[in-house]
């Protein structure tokens, strides 16, 4: 099993920008589809975005299509999240997760708890 580690997170004001990391070591990063969820105290785990293998197909939950973009860099075994014009409400702890059988785009729509790999996650404050 590919073993997941995020950095990147912390306190940002509203409108400002983070670039989340999710590294992946143990297993063959190219052959996993790769994803951001996130968990906001008291909410369940929602998705946020996933990229296929190839980094060819992206797909994003609409509370942040057009502000995130989600990248991989299978050379560097890496995923990245880039979260601009950041809101109060995307405070969360944002969690990297890893799967070979779900296709990403019914990561959304998918109980988030099939997915095979997850980080322990990186807390992103957005203050007002």
């Known amino acids: 099993q590919v073993q997941l580690v995020e950095s990147g997170g912390g306190l940002v004001q509203a409108g400002g920008s983070l670039r989340l990391s999710c590294a992946a070591s143990?297993?063959?990063?190219?052959?996993?589809?790769m994803g951001w969820f996130r968990q906001a105290p008291g909410k369940e785990r929602e998705f946020v975005a996933a990229?296929?293998?190839?980094?060819?197909?992206?797909y994003y939950a609409d509370s942040v299509k057009g502000r995130c973009t989600i990248s991989r860099d299978n050379a560097k075994n890496t995923v990245y999240l880039q979260m601009n014009s950041l809101k109060p409400e995307d405070t969360a702890v944002y969690y990297c997760?890893?799967?070979?059988?779900?296709?990403?785009?019914?990561?959304?729509?998918?109980?988030?708890?099939?997915?095979?790999?997850w980080g322990q996650g990186t807390l992103v404050t957005v203050s007002s």
């Open positions: 143990g297993r063959t990063f190219s052959n996993y589809a």
């Open positions: 990229i296929s293998w190839s980094g060819g197909n992206t």
């Open positions: 997760a890893a799967d070979r059988g779900v296709g990403p785009s019914i990561w959304e729509h998918s109980p988030y708890r099939l997915l095979e790999a």
